[in-house]
């Protein structure tokens, strides 16, 4: 490396890795590693996964050597074990009597300004009911409600198929995924989007994803699109939601989502709740109740775009932190940790955000009842205390801003 420059451009690093350099970024500072890579404790791969990233947490964070890591595992099961005595675990009905109370209003509201022909404003409070219901559909697929398989799935089906236009099966099978993997650009099909954005190094050399089973290619379209990712990141999230749609179908169309066992009677129920949402939001809605092409397109588009905020906020979780596979060796504890962060806020501002912008305490207890989520942060913060690990927590301000540095 050149000793008279002090300010290394992206594209500078980028040039000298694809010369075989191993250069890792520490605190601002570019680390030329190839001299140290077999003296890493975790083995060449700890340092070849973290080449082209920031590397300040994995540099920072406990060593990765069996003895510590497994330190770290047993104060995390105790910790498990703290969360059930505290009962935690236990699903207080009474907050879904709230949850009504608040989602009630909105559709309420919907109805009421759009047979008073205020056909705009009337789409945006079914964004807000979208978005507010869609958090119910999250617990069921998490099983966190009833704790009942079957139960619990009928209500993500219905909530996401019926009031929403989506498949639960197709999210189940997506964020289990992404729960067990989070942030491994082979595996979390989350992180998995080419051409439009790469949170990655690793996605610009090409990649084969165990979840869509096909080769990630780093194509031409991608090196059009990604350059520009932080200044297309809040036009796509507005665009999201139609995306999410063809993913949906896709799905239930697909023999994946056939091949389900004992649940296979959630495929049937399904396709008719989607298929209702459609004969609802297109034809009954769309067409037959606003008065003409001059509203439809705008209330589709805004009644769509609006809940950007919702893809906003679960992609703040993730899409600024690391994505380094630090190997089998580190502990699940500390790759969560590492790899989500948690939005900062008032416990009034909780229903906004559905209580999952504690994202970082979810992926450590998923099936942790969401409204218990407060309740936990603390015992926690208490635990990375102890251990030494890093708890990520961001205004959402300072969040959007590391990832539009990442993307950046």
């Known amino acids: 490396m050149s000793q ?20 890792v970024v ?4 570019a680390l ?60 207080r009905y009474s907050d879904y009597a709230v949850e009504g109370a608040r989602c009630a209003p909105l559709l309420a509201a919907f109805v009421y300004l759009l047979r008073c022909g205020w056909y705009v404003t009337s789409s945006l409070f079914l964004s807000m ?22 139960i619990d799935t009928l209500i993500g089906a219905s909530i996401a198929g019926l009031c929403c236009g989506m498949s639960i099966s197709w999210w189940k099978s997506s964020h289990n995924i992404h729960h067990l993997v989070t942030n491994m650009p082979e595996h979390d099909p989350d992180v998995q989007n080419l051409p439009f954005f790469a949170t990655s190094p690793a996605l610009a050399r090409s990649l084969t994803s165990t979840f869509y089973r096909c080769r990630l290619a780093w194509s031409r379209a ?21 995306n999410l749609y063809a993913l949906n179908w896709l799905h239930v169309c697909s023999p994946r989502a056939a091949r389900l066992g004992a649940a296979s009677w959630v495929r049937a129920v399904e396709l008719v709740f989607m298929a209702c949402f459609w004969l609802l939001f297109v034809y009954l809605l769309v067409w037959r109740t606003l008065p003409s092409w001059s509203v439809r397109p705008a209330f589709v588009a805004v009644s769509h775009m609006a809940t950007m905020l919702l893809h906003v906020q679960f992609t703040l979780s993730h899409w600024g932190m690391s994505t380094s596979d630090l190997g089998p060796t580190e502990s699940f504890a500390q790759h969560q940790l590492r790899t989500t962060m948690d939005i900062d806020c008032p416990p009034w501002l909780d229903w906004f955000y559905g209580g999952l912008q504690l994202q970082a305490v ?47």
């Open 4 to 23: 008279h420059e002090s300010t290394l451009s992206r594209d500078t690093i980028l040039r000298w890795i694809a010369q075989g350099e191993l250069i």
């Open 32 to 91: 030329q590693l190839g001299a140290w890579i077999d003296c890493h404790p975790g083995g060449r791969l700890a340092v070849l996964h973290m080449v082209g990233g920031d590397a300040t947490d994995e540099i920072n964070a406990p060593p990765l050597d069996a003895r510590t890591q497994q330190a770290i595992a047993r104060d995390y099961r105790a910790l498990h074990e703290q969360i059930k005595a505290a009962g935690l675990y236990h699903c």
């Open 362 to 408: 979810h992926h450590l207890f998923p099936r942790l009842p969401r409204h218990s989520l407060r309740r936990a942060q603390g015992l926690v913060r208490k635990f990375c205390e102890r251990t030494g690990l890093r708890y990520h927590c961001y205004r959402f301000r300072e969040g959007n801003e590391i990832v539009l540095g990442r993307l950046g």
């Open 129 to 150: 009911f979208w978005h507010q219901i869609m958090f119910v559909a999250h617990d069921a697929g998490h099983r966190s409600i009833t704790d009942d398989s079957a």
């Open 222 to 242: 991608a090196e059009l699109l990604v350059p520009y990712q932080q200044y297309t990141y809040y036009p796509m999230m507005a665009l999201a939601r139609f």
């Open 26 to 29: 520490y605190e601002g500072c």
